[in-house]
C-alpha cells in the first residue's frame, strides 16, 4: 500500500459527459502529480501541484483540469469525453522537496468511455 | 518528442538468470533515474533509483548502472525470480525549482520462466 488513494478505481461513461477523479496523497506528502497511461502507451505527465498551487504542466488537454485542495486532495475534472480518453489515471504524491525523491502512486482509475 | 526510451518491449527470462532492462533518454538536463516496477491492476511501484553524480547503485538482486556520455542506464535483477515478471519503467527527472514531473519511457514486459 503506497499511502495514495485514488476513487473511484473504475468509471464508465457517454461521450461528451464530464468527470472528477479523486486523489488524495500521502499523508505529509504536498505535491501531487496525474498521469494517463493510455493503451500501449507510457505514462504521460498532465500537470503537478505543490502545496495547492499548479506547478508544473504536460500534455493536458483544454478539456482537462485539476485542483488541490487546503486538505492537499486533488481532483481532475474531464470534460466534454471523448472515446480516445479512455486511459488509466494515475495519482502520485511526493513531499516535493527540492531534492529529488520518488514519486509513490495510487493504484489508478479505470476511464471507459463509451 | 520521447525523451526516455525503452525500446524493447518485452524480456523473457528464466528463474535465476540475469535480467537486463534499458533504457536511453535524450535530455542532458536530466540528473535523476528511477525505475518503477507494475503489476496489473496495480499502481507503478518505485524500485530502486540513481542520482547522474553516480554511475552505479545497488539495492538487493537489483543493481541500476548510469552511462551519462552514452545517455544510457539499465536495470540488472539477478537472480531473476518468477516474482519480478512486471512491467518496468524507467523513469527521469530534472530539477526545476522543486518541480520534480518524472518523464516515462513506454515500459517493458519482464516475464521470469519457472
Known amino acids: 500500500d503506497s499511502g495514495v488513494t485514488q476513487t473511484p478505481k473504475h468509471l464508465i461513461t457517454a461521450t461528451g459527459q464530464r468527470v472528477t477523479l479523486r486523489c488524495s496523497p500521502r499523508s505529509g506528502d504536498l505535491s501531487v502529480y496525474w498521469y494517463q497511461q493510455s493503451l500501449d502507451q507510457g505514462l504521460q505527465f498532465l500537470i503537478q501541484?505543490?502545496?495547492?498551487?499548479?506547478?508544473a504542466k504536460g500534455n493536458i488537454l483544454e478539456r482537462f483540469s485539476a485542483q488541490q485542495f487546503p486538505d492537499l486532495h486533488s481532483e481532475l475534472n474531464l470534460s466534454s469525453l471523448e472515446l480516445g480518453d479512455s486511459a488509466l489515471y494515475f495519482c502520485?504524491?511526493?513531499?516535493?522537496?527540492?531534492?529529488?525523491?520518488?514519486?509513490?502512486f495510487g493504484q489508478g482509475t479505470r476511464l471507459t468511455v463509451v | 518528442d520521447q525523451q526516455v526510451k525503452q525500446n524493447s518491449p518485452s524480456l523473457s527470462v528464466q528463474e535465476g538468470r540475469i535480467s537486463i532492462l534499458n533504457c536511453d533518454y535524450t535530455n542532458s538536463m536530466f540528473d535523476y533515474f528511477l525505475w518503477y516496477k507494475k503489476y496489473p491492476a496495480e499502481g507503478p511501484t518505485f524500485l530502486i533509483s540513481i542520482s547522474s553524480i553516480k554511475d552505479k547503485n545497488e539495492d538487493g538482486r537489483f543493481t541500476v548502472f548510469l552511462n551519462k556520455s552514452a545517455k544510457h542506464l539499465s536495470l540488472h535483477i539477478v537472480p531473476s525470480q518468477p516474482g519480478d515478471s512486471a512491467v518496468y519503467f524507467c523513469a527521469a527527472s530534472t530539477p526545476q525549482g522543486g518541480s520534480e514531473k518524472l518523464v516515462f519511457g513506454k515500459g517493458m514486459k519482464l516475464t521470469v520462466n519457472p
Open positions: 501541484y505543490y502545496n495547492g498551487e499548479e506547478r
Open positions: 502520485a504524491s511526493n513531499p516535493g522537496s527540492l531534492e529529488n525523491t520518488e514519486a509513490f
